[in-house]
C-alpha cells in the first residue's frame, strides 16, 4: 500500500456494522481509535442511507465519516453495503426490497424464496453499480487531494446461504447450459497454476474443455445431505464438498461485482477488495457458508470473473489462523486481513510473515479497556502491538517480500527459514528458544538475540556459535546451521555473524 507516495502499513480495527452511521456515536470515539494507536479504520457505507429514493443522493453518512477520521488524523477504507452483506440481502433500498419482479431474489431447490438477492437480476447489478459509482464519485470529489480513503471493499461477504446455489429459473437455465468458453479457456491457459482443490475438481472429470458445469466439474449437492456429526466436523471442513456448486455461484457473482467495481473505478480509481465467510468447523459445507464468496478453493474463477477486483481478502476467525493465510497467498494474491478476532500474536504473525497491508479486528471501538478518568484509553494487547509495529513500520515496510523478514513459530522446531541469500536451520534446546536475527548482510548483526528474550536470570547461558561468513566475502546462498541452545540462565548472546 503506498499513500501520498509513500509505503503504509495499516494498523486497522473495523466498526461495528452501524456505528459509523451515526455521527453523534463516533464523535469521541474517532480519537480515542488514534490513542489505541491505530492508524486506520474500517467503516460502513449502505446504499439505503445513500440512495434512499432511486436516482437522489444524500451522502451526509460519508462525510461525516470522512470529516470525523480525518480530523483525529485517522485513515479509512470503506465497506460498500451494497446488494449483499454476510451472504444476505438487507441493506438495499426500500425500492429494491419491494419489487421482486424487477429485482429477482434467489430460490433453493425446493422453490422457497431466500432473503438474498440473485446475481440473475441484471436490474439489480445495474442499480448497485450506478449507486456505488455515485459514492466513488462523491469520495473523489471530497478526498481526492486529502487520501483519508484508502481502499473501498465492495460487497459484504457474498454468496449464497441456505443451499448450495440459486435455484431461480435463469440460474438452473445456465446450471444445465454449457460452461462459458471464456471460462474454459482461461482455465486452459492457467491449468498448471489453478488452485488444487480446483483442479482436483476438474481432474476427476478428465479435465474436459467442454459440457455443462457437472459434466466438468461433477455433480452438485444431492437433494438429501444427512448432517455432519460434530465429531466428524475437524475434517469436514477441509473437504470440498459439491465443488461444482461453489464453482458456478462463483462464476456468477464475481461477474456481478466485477460490474459495480467498474462504476465505482470509472468514479475513483483506488484499490479495491472482496472479504470472503471462510469454510469453518462450524459451516463447513457450501451453503453453511455463503457459496460462492471468494474462497480459496475458488480464487480462479474469481480473479477471472472479476478482475477490477485488487485483493480476495480472508475474515479470518478460523482456528488454523497461518493456514489460511497460506492458502489466501496462492499465486500473488496480496495479502489483507478486513475482519479477525483482536489476537495480538496474529497481527505479528500477519505482518511480519505473511506481509500483510493491515489487519483489522472487528468492533474495535468496543476492544480494550475503558478509557482513564482523564479520558486515555489504556494500553491493550492490539494497542501495545500496534505501537510496536508503527514504529517498526519503517523496517518491515522496506524488507516485506523480499525474504529479509522472517518470525519464529513457538513450535518445537527445528525450522528452516530463508533469510535474503541464507537458508537458518534452527533448533531449540531445553532451556530457552533462539531470538530472531537482525540483519546487515548477513543473516544476523550479532547472531540473534540468543535465547528467549534474554532468559531467565541465573548461570550464564552458553554462548552461540559464530553466525556463517555473510557480507564479508561470505558465499550468497550458503546454509547456516544453529546449534541447540542450552539457555540454563541469562541467554547468552550469540556469536558475531557476518
Known sequence: MVVDGKPFLMTSGELHNSSSTSRAYMEPIWPTLAQRNLNTVLATVVWE?????????????????????????????????????????SYQPAWVKADPQRFPWVKDRTGKTLNIISTFGDATRDADARAFGALMSHIRQVDGAQHTVLMIQVENEVGVLGDSRDHCPAANAAFTGQVPQDLMSYLIQHKDILAPELRAAWSSNDFKIAGTWEEV????????????????????????????????MAWRYSAYVNKVAAAGKAGYDIPMYCNTWLQEPQNPQPGNFPS??????????????????????????????????ERFSRNGNPMFIPETSANASNALLAYLKFNTIGFSPFGIEGRGAAPTAEGTPPQDALSATYAILNYMAPVILDNQGKHTIVMLDAGPGPQTLKLGDYTLTITYGAGGTVGAGGGERGAARRGGAGGAAGGARGGRGGRGGRGGAGGEGGAGGATMDLPSMRLSGQGGAGGEGG
Open 217 to 248: 466439474f461433477g455433480k452438485g449437492r444431492p437433494d438429501s445431505v444427512p448432517p455432519i456429526p460434530a465429531s466428524e466436523r475437524d475434517s469436514a471442513w477441509h473437504q470440498a464438498w459439491w465443488p461444482v456448486d461453489e464453482i458456478f
Open 292 to 325: 460462492g464468496c471468494p474462497e480459496p478453493e475458488v480464487h480462479d474463477i474469481s480473479r477471472f470473473g472479476a478482475t477490477g477486483i485488487d485483493i480476495l481478502a480472508p475474515d479470518n476467525y478460523v482456528p488454523l489462523f497461518a493456514e489460511t493465510l
Open 49 to 89: 442511507q445513500i440512495e434512499p429514493q432511486e436516482g437522489r443522493f444524500d451522502f451526509t453518512t460519508v462525510d461525516d465519516t470522512i470529516q470525523g477520521a480525518r480530523k483525529s488524523g485517522l485513515r479509512l477504507v470503506i465497506l460498500w453495503f451494497g446488494s449483499w452483506k454476510n451472504g444476505e440481502s
